[in-house]
Structures are given as structure tokens and as C-alpha cells.
């Protein structure tokens, strides 16, 4: 049996050559969160609510376009993918129906995937439960098997829908997200963790809906690894794993008080409706609730607003016909009716709270549950059977557990589920650049701190400065994989999500071309997470359709780091020669040693330089029907600080490692337990742009060192491969600084190219 590419061992990832593997990942892609056919990007609302009768078997893209996309992530260094799908990609059309065109379309856009040598695990993806309330994730079927009716979410806002929102262009930022604290998510979310709990008369085809909805979902994503499996080519090769859920939320599970907002609600923006607001206002009543907005110290009360459904209901009515499902509703839980009335919650004849602390305690144990206690029940159970389904057909499987965003994770360590193959998988966004839109390189805030109560006031959580607000982040993703260590066991980290919107300050990059503010934010993010100790990140994200009109079509983001309107990051200022290989080589054997020697690189001229940086690899067709003022500056999208170098696989264990991008210096250190083999070298990517072949200088500690540029695993990318010694290592690599974050019209082009030959052919 051939040995597996990526294993764990004691907490590290290993190649099948024993060697520490960094995942260097994004997220693919965005366009998998909706339909194909039709194709309908959350700000459609043609024919929105015919959910059976959607397919996706034409994304994450179609197979045609697959290489252009891979070689695109080869060449900007991704080893490793985050593969985005949804429950309702799988079981649109309805309960235990399954779409198998769109399993063998996953299958053979793997295939090509393996081509170009990547990780992949399986992300079964969700935002806020489903389209239909906001995000995506879940089929239709399963809201109506909750009793709801969608088409009444917006009167009642029981969600807020892109499509359904007056005036779409008009939603608000990142307001999509408050879903979770709305009545559709929290009552379809309860039910999904603890209906038997708090539900007990949600009964459907003889089983409870917790039962149903987990049972549901769990299957069609073992049916998925199972198809996968019978495929025969893709298990452990190139699918080496699988995500539990995206970002789940307890629903109300363990709220101390319906009646007011618990404090640990830090997102409210809009309309914020306490629970039993929204149970009202789910129920048809009008109810005045208080407006919140989201300014640089987190969000604050703006005012107040009517929302009067004029007697709308949130609910299926009680005569409506649900026979096209197939499955059968118990007696005992009416259509109609909120099911927290049925359950004694409240008393809808006098619109009075009965049980206010309904959902704070066990009903059975009297346990009271907060989210700690949450994640350690009823999360861990579901974690539980979908690992064990998974497994039934994927063995080896590498299981990526995300606990709730920002919670302490559960606490396994010692314990059975202490699973030697898992990996911890946070997520983690800078909050404030999220939702405000900017980069702001004066102060910034340590939001995990505040949510540990390591501050007595919010004040003293400000961080002052740039250099103070990169080491911030850096320190809270550090604390999330310590807690991962010492609640969890020894397993790898991964920031399964992190990003930034690309919008900011108005969309002013696309009116200028110039990208500092995303290039600040993106570098301080990867500085963050370099620093952390973590075992590699997913990037959120890669989006095949991006424009600037319309951001990732979903919701209105736009954190994509490639868009159809801007222009690909050059692959140097100094072209390769015409072979498909070139290899610079020193041979150090004592000291250290900077110089550039043993080239074996053609000469290059003006000319050819000028055609290599202008005539990007890969085109992309620009979109139509965009204001010409954001695209006649195009930039390149602040891809100098995602496209960086990082180690992929390293002989002995990695102390830390980093990229200076001011100052384009890349430096290793680790410690080898022996000499690197001659066939399996420590390997490092170094992305021509920022370290030309013949331009940067290498010190090392000890050692030989090569660069190659070549066409392994289908990508052309440049690879620093170092033989050293056992013991303490380290290694500097220092590339070319260059103007960043601008974009560049014809002549200033011109003018900087010309720049760069000059500064080669050393006439500056």
C-alpha cells in the first residue's frame, strides 16, 4: 500500500518523506455558495423561492476553466485548497434525493486538482444556515421541515435576505451576518443542536428534527466521501480530509434570558431584536426595536424602528400541503403556530413570556449551558457521528474540527475523542477592518482579549500604531492555538478562514488603482499568522466571477483575492530563459554567504523584459457593464502580500518563520534531527516577483542551497531547495523592494520597467 501524502505526527503534518509540511491554502470558491442552473448570486431574485430545481454541477467552476485556476493557485504558491460545497449542492431537490451529476462533476474537477499536486480537505460550507435565510449551506426542504416559510422572512425579518431587501444594491455591509441572532437561524439552529431537548413535539417521519436535520446532513456528506472513495484514484492522494461544519451557532441554546440581548452578542447592526422581539415580530406582531451601527470602537445604538408585519407570519400556514417532500409531520406539531408557543415559551393569546429562561438550563439535568458547556454536548455529538460517517468510508481521513467562532474550543484533551488524526480549525477575521471597511493603521482592537476578560475596560484593549496593531493579531491567533493545545491535545492548527474586503473606503482601489490599505491589511493578517506557530491557513478567499460591481455576488463581499477587473501579479521583473527549468546553485561549506553565483540564466533585454511583465499567463475576459472609472486604473490587487514565500516542506521542525514585505526578506529558522537527504531537501516556495532567480540573495546557516523554476506538479513556481545539516538551522533570503500597492498606467509602466533593466544591467 503506498504511503499516505500528509500525515500527523505528534501534532505536526509529515509528507510521506517525513518531512514538516506548511499549508500555505485559500478557500475555493466562492461561487460554490450558489446555483449554476439558474445561476442565481444572492442579488437575484428571479425564481428564488424554486429551490427544488436548482442544480450547481457546473461549480466551483466548470471543467473547462478548471487548469486556468489551478495553474493560477500553483503559480501563486497554494499547496493546499479548502474545497467549498454545500448540503443543498447535494440534496437540493429534496429529502434522500442526491445529485449525482454534480458528485461526478466534484470528482473529476479533483482529478484535475491532484494534477497540480495540492491538499485538499472538504469544507460541507454554511453561512447562517441557508440561502433562503440569508446565506447558504442548507437546502430549501429543510426550512419548510422546520415549519417555516421563507417567503415571509422578509416581512417578519425573521431574516434578512439580499434579494428580498427594497433596494438590493442598497444592502448593508456585512448586515447578512446578524441573521444568526434572527429568528429563522436561532429557531432553525435549536432545533439542529438540542430539538430533543427543547423541541420534544418536533417530530417528522417518526423522528425528532434534530434527528432529522443531523441525520440528513451528516448523510449527504458521507454519501459524498463515499462516492469519492469508490472513485479509487482521489482518497489520501489528493482529498486527505474533511471539515466538521463551517462556523456552527447554537441557536439559542443556553440564552440566560429571552428578554434582553446577552452580553455576549457583540455583532448588532441594524435592526437587533431581542429573542422574544423576534418571536413577535416572527408572529406577525409589530414591535419597535432598537437600531445598531458598527463604527471603529465596535457597534453602538443608533436609534429605534418600527417593524410591523401587519400580521405575517414567519410560519407555514396550517393548511399548507407538503406532500411534494414525501415525508410526514407529526400530529402533535401544528403548522401555523411558533413552535415556542407550542413548547409553553410563551403565550400568544396575551403576547406574554411564560418560560423566559426556557433555554437556559437542561430540561432534563437542570445543568445550566453556556456556550463552553454547549460545545462540549451537543456540538461534540454531532462532531462524533459525522466523523464516524465520514470515516466509514474514508478512513485515513484527517478530521479539521471547527467549535463555534471564537469559543473556547471543547475539552478532549485526554480523552477518547483526543483523535490523533485531527486537526483544530479555527477561524479568525480582524473585525474592525471587516466592518468598517477600512484599514486603520493608527489603532485597532484586541478583540479576543475582550471576549477572555483579560481587560477591565474595552480602553485598555486599544492597540496604538502599526507595528502594535500587527503584533496584535499575531498575539490573539497565537492564543487561539494555545487554547486549541491545551483544551484539545497536541494536534495541528489551521485558520481554516481569515481575509479582508477588498471594497474598502468606498471602492477607492477600483477608481485608482491604488491598493495600499488592502496591501497593509492583507500583509499584517499574513504577518499574523506566520508569527502564530499555527500549521498553515486557508485563506478566505479565491472567487472565480469577481468584478467590482458586484464584489464575490454574495450578500455584497468582496473579499476575493481575484477579481475579473484587475490584473494578475506579474511572475517577475526578470523573465525566465526559454527552457522550462533554470537552477542557481552554491555550495556553501563554511560560513555564510550572500553572493549570487553559478547562474546558468540567459540574457534577457528592454524588450522581452517589457513583453514578459505586460502579457499576464493566464488572461482573463474583463465583465461588462461596469462604470469605466473602476477599471481604468486596474491594479494588482494587493497581490504582493498574499503572493509570499513560505516554507512547504521542511527537514526538522520549524522554530518560526516570516516575510518582511517592506523590506522583501524572507527568513526560516528550524531545528533538523538530521542531515537532509539528498532526495528530499528542505523546500521553500519564492515567488519570482518578490526574489528574482539572478537579483536575490540567499544566507545561510550552513549548507547547499538551489533555485529552481520549473513545472512540477503543473504549475510553474519557483522553489528554494536547501540541503543542511542536523541540529539548529536557518537560512535569509533577501529579494528586490519595489514600489507596492499602485497601479500602473502605460507610460509609468514603461517607466519602471525600464527602471528595473537598468538597475540589472547595473546602470543604477
Known amino acids: 500500500m503506498a504511503p499516505l501524502r500528509l500525515t500527523i505526527e505528534k501534532g505536526i503534518f509529515r509528507d510521506s518523506r517525513g518531512r514538516e509540511v506548511t499549508l500555505r491554502g485559500i478557500n475555493l470558491a466562492g461561487d460554490a455558495k450558489y446555483p449554476s442552473n439558474p445561476e442565481q448570486p444572492s442579488h437575484v431574485a428571479d425564481d428564488f423561492f424554486e429551490g427544488d430545481n436548482v442544480t450547481f454541477r457546473a461549480r466551483p467552476f466548470p471543467k473547462e476553466d478548471a487548469h486556468i485556476h489551478f ?21 437540493a431537490a429534496g429529502p434522500g434525493t442526491y445529485d449525482e451529476e454534480w458528485i461526478q462533476h466534484t470528482i473529476e474537477i479533483l482529478r484535475m486538482a491532484r494534477d497540480y499536486g495540492f491538499y485538499i480537505f472538504m469544507d460541507p460550507h454554511q453561512d447562517v444556515w441557508s440561502r433562503f435565510s440569508g446565506g447558504s449551506g442548507a437546502p430549501m ?83 459524498l466521501a463515499k462516492r469519492i472513495s469508490e472513485a479509487g484514484d482521489l482518497e489520501d492522494d489528493i482529498v486527505i480530509g474533511w471539515e466538521s461544519m463551517n462556523e456552527p451557532n447554537r441557536g ?77 409531520r407529526d400530529a402533535g406539531w401544528k403548522l401555523g403556530e411558533c413552535i415556542w408557543a407550542q413548547h409553553g415559551v410563551w403565550d400568544p393569546s396575551n403576547d406574554t413570556i411564560l418560560k423566559k429562561d426556557y433555554f437556559k438550563k437542561h430540561p432534563k439535568t437542570g445543568e445550566v449551558i453556556d456556550y463552553e458547556q454547549f460545545t462540549n454536548t451537543y456540538f461534540m455529538e454531532y462532531y462524533r457521528m459525522h466523523r464516524d460517517a465520514i470515516r466509514a468510508h474514508h478512513k485515513n481521513a484527517i478530521m479539521f474540527c471547527q467549535p463555534p467562532v471564537l469559543e473556547l474550543p471543547p475539552s478532549i484533551k485526554g480523552t477518547a475523542d483526543d483523535d490523533p488524526n485531527m486537526v483544530y480549525a479555527p477561524h479568525y477575521y480582524d473585525g474592525i477592518t471587516l466592518m468598517t471597511k477600512k484599514w486603520n493603521r493608527y489603532w485597532n482592537v484586541d478583540v479576543f482579549g475582550i471576549l477572555r476578560g483579560r481587560y477591565l475596560s474595552p480602553a485598555f484593549a486599544v492597540k496604538i500604531g502599526e507595528t502594535a496593531i500587527r503584533n496584535c493579531l499575531r498575539d490573539q491567533l497565537t492564543a487561539i ?99 522550462n527549468e533554470s537552477t542557481l546553485t552554491v555550495d556553501q561549506k563554511l560560513g555564510s554567504n ?62 518560526n518563520y516570516g516575510f518582511d514585505l517592506r523590506n522583501c526578506v524572507f527568513t526560516l529558522n528550524l531545528k533538523a534531527d538530521k542531515v537532509a ?61 519595489r514600489r507596492q500597492n499602485m497601479s500602473l498606467g502605460k507610460e509609468e509602466e514603461e517607466g519602471y520597467l525600464d527602471q528595473c533593466q537598468q538597475s540589472k544591467c547595473g546602470l543604477m
Open 594 to 655: 550572500t553572493k549570487r553565483e553559478f547562474s546558468d540564466e540567459s540574457t534577457v533585454n528592454p524588450g522581452n523584459l517589457k513583453a514578459k511583465l505586460k502579457t499576464p499567463s493566464i488572461s482573463s475576459q474583463a465583465t461588462t457593464d461596469k462604470p469605466p472609472e473602476l477599471t481604468n486604473s486596474p491594479g494588482f490587487r494587493a497581490a504582493e502580500a498574499y503572493v509570499r514565500p513560505s516554507p512547504f516542506a521542511s527537514v526538522g521542525k520549524i522554530i
Open 71 to 91: 495553474a493560477r493557485l500553483k503559480r501563486w504558491g497554494y499547496n493546499t485548497i479548502r474545497y467549498v460545497f454545500t448540503w443543498e449542492a447535494i440534496e
Open 481 to 579: 492555538r494555545k487554547e486549541g493545545l491545551d483544551y484539545m491535545g497536541d494536534h495541528p492548527c489551521v485558520l481554516t478562514e481569515f481575509g479582508i474586503p477588498y471594497d474598502m473606503d468606498d471602492k477607492y482601489a477600483y477608481k485608482t488603482g491604488d491598493y495600499s490599505s488592502q496591501s497593509g491589511a492583507m500583509d499584517a493578517n499574513h504577518f499574523a499568522v506566520e508569527g502564530s506557530a499555527m500549521a498553515g491557513y486557508t485563506l478566505w478567499l479565491y472567487m472565480c466571477e469577481n468584478n467590482h460591481k458586484l464584489g464575490d455576488q454574495w450578500n455584497g463581499e468582496d473579499l476575493s483575492i481575484f477579481s475579473l477587473d484587475d490584473r494578475p501579479l506579474p511572475l517577475s521583473p526578470v523573465p525566465q530563459s526559454p527552457t
Open 141 to 223: 426542504w429543510t426550512l419548510y421541515a422546520c415549519g417555516l416559510n421563507p417567503q415571509s422572512f422578509a416581512a417578519t425579518e425573521a431574516a434578512l435576505v439580499h434579494n428580498m431587501y427594497p433596494e438590493p444594491e442598497k444592502f448593508p455591509k456585512m448586515i447578512w451576518s446578524t441573521n444568526y441572532t434572527r429568528y429563522a437561524c436561532q429557531t432553525i439552529f435549536t432545533l439542529f443542536w438540542a430539538g430533543r431537548d427543547f423541541a420534544p413535539k418536533c417530530i417528522i417521519d417518526g423522528k425528532n428534527i434534530q434527528d432529522y436535520l443531523q441525520e440528513h446532513f451528516v448523510g449527504a456528506c458521507a454519501h
Open 252 to 328: 439559542m441554546v443556553g440564552y440566560p434570558d429571552i428578554s434582553v440581548i446577552p452580553d455576549e452578542q457583540k455583532l448588532k447592526k441594524g435592526t437587533s431584536p431581542t429573542v422574544w422581539q423576534a418571536i413577535l415580530t416572527g408572529s406577525g406582531r409589530a414591535c419597535e426595536l432598537d437600531t445598531w451601527d458598527f463604527g471603529g470602537m465596535g457597534p453602538y445604538k443608533s436609534g429605534r424602528a418600527l417593524v410591523d408585519p401587519q400580521g405575517e407570519t414567519a410560519y407555514l400556514p396550517a393548511d399548507y400541503d407538503e406532500s411534494r417532500y414525501g415525508y410526514k
Open 677 to 737: 537527504p539528498q532526495d528530499s531537501p528542505t523546500e521553500i516556495f519564492l515567488p519570482e516577483f518578490h526574489f528574482p532567480k539572478d537579483v536575490c540573495d540567499v544566507e545561510v546557516s550552513g549548507g547547499k542551497w538551489t533555485i529552481n523554476t520549473d513545472d512540477e506538479d503543473g504549475g510553474m513556481i519557483q522553489r528554494l531547495r536547501w540541503w543542511h545539516a542536523e541540529g539548529e538551522q536557518s537560512i535569509k533570503v533577501t529579494g528586490v523592494q
